[in-house]
């Protein structure tokens, strides 16, 4: 019994010490993975993206668009979480034939060429799309999963350290947690993310009621997903309750912003 129990007491302790709260949900967090480390990682992969993959210049309409779109809707992010004013944001145009879009810890966006052309999204809808990955980064979606995978590989290391497990089936479960880092997020982050990039959409001028119209854009193209039950992501049709329920709580915020 000795050695669960001091696994459990340095896993207690762990998850103690990296406890945060989130800036707008108030949901508790588990942070142990600093945020200027997952920052930089970040930075590294979407440089190592950029070059592997082709872009759009920067000079190109699209890219303009994202850019404008974007650069409405960082100032918000950062209202909401000023240490975001310190990340080095970035939005590019990826040339990819996939619907969708992502945003990195630290600020860096991206759009795949997709997303635009087959969606063709009104600029409301488009800010709904960047802005919900844009509260991923707030939320630090990323680093709070990295978080995670860090306390199984902790835990790990200190049982096989202890004889508790043999060096293979330590390692083979650490290949495990660092595998959860790229999987897509979580339900409860993914409607997160959808409630404060409702959020920060409105107060960036844009229309929340484009989500909705967003959403049936991607249940018409097949974005939607499966049944709820057999995928990490919400189905489409209670994605577009739950937006459907929380636009009224930021329509006042639009309002403020565009004075209609």
Same mark, same amino acid.
């Given at each position: 019994?000795? +050695?669960?129990?001091?696994?459990?007491? +340095?896993?207690?302790? +762990?998850?103690?010490?990296?406890?945060?709260?989130?800036?707008?949900?108030?949901?508790?967090?588990?942070?142990?993975?600093?945020?200027?480390?997952?920052?930089?990682?970040?930075?590294?992969?979407?440089?190592?993206?950029?070059?592997?993959?082709?872009?759009?210049?920067?000079?190109? $309409?699209?890219?303009?668009?994202?850019?404008?779109?974007?650069?409405?809707?960082?100032?918000?992010?950062?209202?909401?979480?000023?240490?975001?004013?310190?990340? /080095?944001?970035?939005?590019?145009?990826?040339?990819?034939?996939?619907?969708?879009?992502?945003?990195?810890?630290?600020?860096?966006? *991206?759009?795949?060429?997709?997303?635009?052309?087959?969606?063709? $999204?009104?600029?409301?809808?488009?800010?709904?799309?960047?802005?919900?990955?844009?509260?991923?980064?707030?939320?630090?979606?990323?680093?709070?999963?990295?978080?995670?995978?860090?306390?199984?590989?902790?835990?790990?290391?200190?049982?096989?350290?202890?004889?508790? +497990?043999?060096?293979?089936?330590?390692?083979?479960?650490?290949?495990?947690?660092?595998?959860?880092?790229?999987? &897509?997020?979580?339900?409860?982050?993914?409607?997160?993310?959808?409630?404060? *990039?409702?959020?920060?959409?409105?107060?960036?001028?844009?229309? &929340?009621?484009?989500?909705?119209?967003?959403?049936?854009?991607?249940?018409?193209?097949?974005?939607?997903?499966? &049944?709820?039950?057999?995928?990490?992501?919400?189905?489409?049709?209670?994605?577009?309750?739950?937006?459907?329920?929380?636009?009224?709580?930021?329509? &006042?915020?639009?309002? /403020?912003?565009?004075?209609?």
């Amino acid at each position: 019994m000795r +050695l669960p129990f001091v696994v459990s007491v +340095l896993g207690l302790s +762990l998850v103690v010490a990296g406890c945060a709260t989130h800036p707008v949900t108030g949901r508790s967090q588990l942070m142990i993975m600093p945020e200027g480390q997952a920052n930089q990682m970040a930075y590294q992969a979407y440089t190592q993206m950029a070059r592997e993959k082709s872009t759009l210049p920067a000079s190109d $309409p699209a890219s303009q668009r994202v850019q404008r779109i974007t650069q409405r809707i960082v100032p918000q992010a950062v209202r909401v979480y000023p240490q975001a004013s310190d990340w /080095r944001w970035e939005s590019r145009v990826f040339r990819d034939d996939s619907i969708n879009a992502f945003a990195m810890a630290g600020g860096k966006v *991206g759009i795949n060429t997709g997303m635009l052309n087959k969606l063709r $999204p009104t600029d409301d809808e488009l800010a709904q799309v960047i802005a919900h990955e844009v509260a991923h980064a707030l939320s630090g979606h990323t680093r709070e999963k990295m978080s995670m995978a860090m306390t199984q590989q902790m835990g790990l290391s200190v049982a096989s350290a202890l004889g508790g +497990l043999d060096s293979q089936t330590a390692a083979m479960a650490q290949q495990v947690a660092t595998v959860a880092i790229d999987l &897509p997020f979580s339900r409860r982050m993914e409607l997160e993310a959808d409630e404060v *990039g409702l959020l920060l959409a409105a107060r960036a001028g844009y229309d &929340p009621r484009a989500a909705v119209s967003l959403w049936r854009k991607m249940q018409a193209n097949g974005g939607g997903g499966g &049944p709820e039950w057999l995928s990490t992501h919400p189905d489409s049709g209670s994605r577009i309750q739950a937006l459907e329920r929380a636009i009224p709580r930021v329509m &006042p915020e639009y309002r /403020r912003a565009t004075g209609r």
